[in-house]
């Protein structure tokens, strides 16, 4: 009788969840994959109507044989070896900084930091397209009567502009995330380390990071999940005069355009499941590899 009474309230309790679940995250992917088996066609010689046809796989085929959308990847395999380790490596640098003995006016730092994530991505990206842009930009100005001349739209410069805006709006968000695992390690066990005459550098490098583990590899997984999601600083940035960033820069925006230039949903659809897959895909060797390193500690 207790038995199932607690199993009717974890069913009402659970049953909100499961029920914004499926219509927030089952239904859409259901409805992608049934979008992705189908294509348009016009009936007749192109002067007729458009007809749904059953197309299978092709729209798939189509997606992994187009340069565009895999060259997208690689766009996405820089950004991800530019941006992840120096986020990781910032914002842990700034959490330790703030965790030790010597940072003043800590509450100060923390909202400075944590500010630009305020920001709204889109306003952000302008922001800093503006402050790209030369004539407009007094960055570009201050650089050029330096002597530093340095493109943010060309080819070279597009992948760093937009790790930087990246950098800028989640740096201060995740040093947040590994602050406040710094401020949940016993402060016993420091003091114990600097009682056997370890420096502040050892007690950062070989105490609270190994002891904040969990953290750093939540961090770097949702990381790797939000970096093949870049969608929002490249099209802003793709606005840009001369811009290198095309309108299929990354497979996201190969999705948008396919779906809202090209309307071809089918191949949207298709192209966005293969991220998906993707995504879960690193996000399973993420936590293979982590959870590896954890048994071997």
Same mark, same amino acid.
């Given at each position: ?79 991800? +070896? ?6 990781? *490596? &910032? #914002?842990?640098?700034? $959490? ?5 003995? %010597?940072? =003043? ?84 066990? +420091? ?6 005459? *370890? &420096? #502040?550098?050892?007690? $950062? ?5 190994? %002891?904040? =583990? ?84």
């Amino acid at each position: 009788m207790k038995r199932a009474r607690t199993t009717r309230a974890a069913a009402v309790l659970l049953g909100p969840f499961f029920v914004l679940f499926t219509l927030a995250m089952v239904l859409p992917i259901g409805y992608a994959v049934w979008l992705s088996l189908f294509t348009e066609k016009q009936s007749g010689l192109g002067f007729g109507g458009t007809e749904t046809v059953f197309s299978g796989l092709d729209n798939y085929t189509a997606a992994l044989g187009d340069r565009a959308f895999r060259e997208g990847f690689g766009v996405l395999l820089g950004y991800c +070896l530019f941006y992840i380790p120096l986020l990781l *490596a &910032g #914002a842990l640098a700034l $959490a330790l900084l703030l965790d030790s003995t %010597l940072a =003043r006016a800590r509450r100060f730092f923390q909202l400075a930091l944590f500010l630009p994530h305020a920001v709204p991505g889109i306003i952000a990206a302008l922001i800093w397209v503006y402050l790209y842009t030369p004539q407009l930009s007094p960055v570009v100005d201050a650089m050029e009567s330096g002597g530093i001349g340095f493109d943010f739209f060309s080819p070279g410069g597009a992948l760093p502009s937009v790790v930087n805006i990246a950098l800028w709006e989640w740096l201060g968000y995740n040093m947040v995330i590994f602050y406040a695992a710094l401020q949940a390690i016993d402060r016993s066990v +420091l003091e114990a380390a600097t009682v056997d005459g *370890a &420096g #502040a550098w050892r007690i $950062a490098i070989g105490i609270k990071v190994p %002891l904040i =583990r969990a953290s750093v590899v939540m961090v770097a997984l949702f990381t790797v999940i939000g970096s093949l999601q870049l969608f929002t600083e490249p099209l802003i940035l793709n606005k840009g005069t001369g811009s290198a960033v095309t309108s299929t820069w990354t497979p996201n925006m190969y999705a948008y355009t396919a779906a809202f230039e090209r309307n071809d949903y089918g191949l949207a659809a298709a192209a966005s499941l293969l991220l998906a897959l993707t995504a879960a895909l690193l996000s399973f060797v993420v936590t293979r590899l982590t959870g590896r390193k954890g048994k071997k500690a």
